[in-house]
């Protein structure tokens, strides 16, 4: 089992839809959670990072379930803009290690 | 701040010849660490380091080799140029002040080997 999972997608989306992603992990000892955002052939950029209770920031809500480990990330009112890789990741307690989902690809259609 | 920064953008190598991908950070982050992207793959990390004069191997260091000598950069040295090491290369800088561990990454460089 790989130890961050996401749905490849793609996600296909007309403006203005809620989409959701979700992310699975396997480390139970992981700390600190992020959603990243990658354009094409570009850096990943962090969105947000998301914590125990649950956080949002305009469009986007992120939440975490340690029960179940996962992590999602909601998007309402999709724009254009939003077509992009959505990175899930994951940092381990007591390390440096970040580990990262290999991506969730969403395209926002007119 | 300029962030993260990495030189080159591009590289051509030829198969056998040696590099060094450049990274520094003007943000003071004690951590700083080299991914390597790959289509269909997550980022894999290379090496990283902790603070300076500290570094350790991630999950795929065999051909790279780095050093830190002050806490701004964090070269990547590639020994002897193969066409397995074709990809994408990313510099990342985090911090642990404030519990915060958010990684930034740089605008990458695009390494062909042939």
């Known amino acids: 089992r790989k130890e961050v999972e996401q749905d490849p997608g793609p996600f296909n989306v007309p403006e203005g839809a809620t989409v959701a992603f979700n992310c699975t992990y396997s480390?139970?000892?992981?700390?600190?959670f992020f959603w990243y955002r990658q354009d094409c052939r570009k850096e990943p950029k962090l969105l947000m990072s998301?914590?125990?209770s649950g956080n949002e920031d305009g469009r986007f809500t992120a939440q975490l379930n340690r029960a179940s480990q996962y992590i999602s990330l909601l998007i309402r009112d999709s724009k254009l803009s939003d077509s992009a890789t959505y990175l899930c990741?994951?940092?381990?307690?007591?390390?440096?290690?970040?580990?990262f989902g290999t991506g969730t690809r969403l395209k926002v259609l007119a | 701040n300029a962030g993260v920064t990495q030189t080159p953008k591009f590289q051509v190598l030829k198969t056998g010849q040696s590099m060094t991908l450049q990274c520094a950070q003007d943000?003071?982050?004690?951590?700083m660490s080299w991914y390597r992207q790959d289509p269909g793959m997550g980022l894999r990390l290379i090496h990283y380091s902790v603070g300076a004069g500290i570094t350790d191997q991630g999950e795929v260091p065999n051909g790279y080799n780095v050093s830190r000598s002050t806490t701004e950069d964090f070269p990547l040295r590639l020994l002897s140029a193969a066409p397995s090491q074709t990809s994408v290369y990313f510099c990342?800088?985090?911090?642990?002040?404030?519990?915060?561990?958010?990684?930034?990454f740089g605008p990458g460089t695009r390494l062909t080997v042939t």
């Open positions: 998301v914590y125990s």
């Open positions: 990342a800088s985090s911090s642990s002040r404030q519990g915060a561990y958010e990684q930034y």
């Open positions: 943000m003071n982050h004690e951590y």
């Open positions: 480390n139970s000892a992981s700390q600190s």
């Open positions: 990741v994951v940092k381990w307690s007591g390390t440096y290690k970040y580990i």
